[in-house]
Nanobody, 123 residues
């Protein structure tokens, strides 16, 4: 079973950047495609990015495309989310999870969720 721990969140001004990390342990990290989701207060969990097990394929929703970049280092069992040109509407708790099959936009297609890291973007 994979355990995931996110880090790197914080407070940043609009237009700034942050890089989130998600460290995996307890399983074969390179077997899994990985995803990032976010959840703002009172809202549903939202898909942010997905990367294939090899890192060769990535997917983003239009809301973050061109601003966020997902990457992974299988030697370090870590997946990253580089977030640029941040906007106040990016404020949320960000989670990483392992993709286990299905529609990659759906949170139900993922398992082994981390505890999340808070990102707050001030205007």
């Amino acid at each position: 079973q994979v355990q995931l721990v996110e880090s790197g969140g914080g407070l940043v001004q609009a237009g700034g950047s942050l890089r989130l990390s998600c460290a995996a342990s307890g399983g074969t990290f390179s077997n899994y495609a990985m995803g990032w989701f976010r959840q703002a207060p009172g809202k549903e969990r939202e898909f942010v990015a997905r990367i294939s097990w090899s890192g060769g394929s990535t997917y983003y929703p239009d809301s973050v495309k061109g601003r966020f970049i997902i990457s992974r280092d299988n030697a370090k069992n870590t997946v990253y989310l580089q977030m640029n040109s941040l906007k106040p509407e990016d404020t949320a708790v960000y989670y990483c999870a392992a993709f286990v099959g299905g529609n990659h936009y759906a949170s139900t297609s993922y398992d082994y969720w981390g505890q999340g890291t808070q990102v707050t973007v001030s205007s």
